[in-house]
């Protein structure tokens, strides 16, 4: 995929969500001509607020092969609040288009306040060069729960854009 100004923009700020967010870790990336997938592994120490139980102790590690995290062995591996997400360690796949405001209601350092934030300044520097420039208002995320779908996600990523053409937003032209 050969990036556009704006592509470029996608990709320099989304390289650097770990410099604003010390617990992340990216794993695959790609830009689209008109979306971006990536990989967000949120590790960071679980201080016992995000479980039912309210239990301080923190739970025994899972090791998870090839992944690089321990996910907590609470079998609540995700949590939904209102707006965000939990910020137990996980993994999550982000696919978005366009955004919208942030919600003031969300928890600091979850997954919504990450890609609020990086489609907040993609959207500053991109409008710059687009005025028009806008993302969809959501964004889809997807909890990886084993090795064996952090692999298959990844190769999808890897692989779309050589899939471009097949894709159901493909309207014809190359980017």
């Not at 209102?82 to 796949?93: E, F, Q």
Request: negative net charge; glycine residues 6%; contains cysteine.
């Amino acid at each position: 995929m050969i990036l556009s100004e704006i592509g470029k923009i996608a990709d320099q700020y989304w390289n650097e969500i770990p410099d604003h967010f010390p617990f992340v870790e990216l794993g695959e990336f790609v830009v689209m001509p008109n979306h971006i997938h990536g990989i967000i592994v949120i590790n960071k120490p679980d201080d016992g607020r995000n479980h039912e139980t309210n239990n301080m102790e923190s739970p025994s590690p899972v090791e998870t092969p090839n992944l690089g995290v321990s996910l907590p062995d609470t079998g609540l591996y995700v949590q939904t609040p209102k707006l965000g997400v939990s910020t137990i360690p996980t993994i999550a796949i982000i696919s978005t288009k366009r955004t919208s405001a942030a919600s003031e209601k969300w928890n600091p350092e979850t997954l919504g306040v990450i890609i609020n934030q990086y489609k907040r300044i993609c959207t500053i520097d991109s409008r710059k060069i687009h005025a028009g420039f806008g993302w969809q208002s959501r964004f889809h995320d997807h909890i990886i729960r084993n090795d064996e779908s952090f692999q298959r996600i990844s190769e999808y990523i890897q692989n779309n854009p050589v899939n471009w053409r097949t894709d159901k937003f493909y309207d014809g032209k190359e980017s």
